[in-house]
């Protein structure tokens, strides 16, 4: 038996603990980037939460609609939390005719987002990039860090 075989079975062995760790390593990245979200932009824990349901749906973006199926709360609620979400930059928004929105589901074959209708609109929601979320982030951190040199400075 050689030393390749050898590697390839231990790693074979231990694929679930791997894959275990890189679940573990994913919810301790994400809880860590929920904190600082949360601390960095003043938001409560469902507007993180909404936040991170945002990016997980990826670039297409949802409705609130959907986001309301996918939660206990009510449409007014997600849609506050939506807002502040916008103000502070961490979500898009784009509207759509409901006509555009059907074509675009289909050539997604994503029919489980079609509203069935095309008369009115619909706004979609999309988390910002992991770019500009960084710079969002380091933005943030500068102001604060800026903020406390300056009051350092001015202590008697």
């Known amino acids: 038996m050689n030393i390749i075989q050898t590697v390839v079975d231990v790693e074979e062995d231990f694929s679930d603990e791997k894959e275990g760790f890189r679940t573990k390593f994913q919810d301790a990245l994400e809880k860590e980037l929920s904190r600082m979200i949360k601390s960095l932009f003043g938001l409560t824990k469902s507007q993180v939460a909404c936040f991170i349901k945002l990016r997980s749906i990826g670039t297409d973006g949802t409705c609130v609609q959907n986001l309301v199926a996918q939660s206990s709360s009510e449409r007014s609620v997600e849609q ?42 619909l706004y979609i929601y999309s988390a910002i ?13 500068e102001n604060w860090q800026n903020f406390m040199g300056n009051l350092i400075q001015q202590k008697p």
């Open 80 to 121: 506050k939390k939506l807002k502040r979400l916008l103000d502070q930059g961490l979500v898009t928004r784009e509207q759509f005719k409901l006509a555009a929105f059907e074509k675009r589901c289909k050539s997604k074959n994503r029919d489980d987002l079609s509203p069935g209708t095309t008369k009115g609109y």
């Open 129 to 141: 990039s992991d770019e500009e979320l960084l710079d969002k982030v380091t933005s943030k951190m």
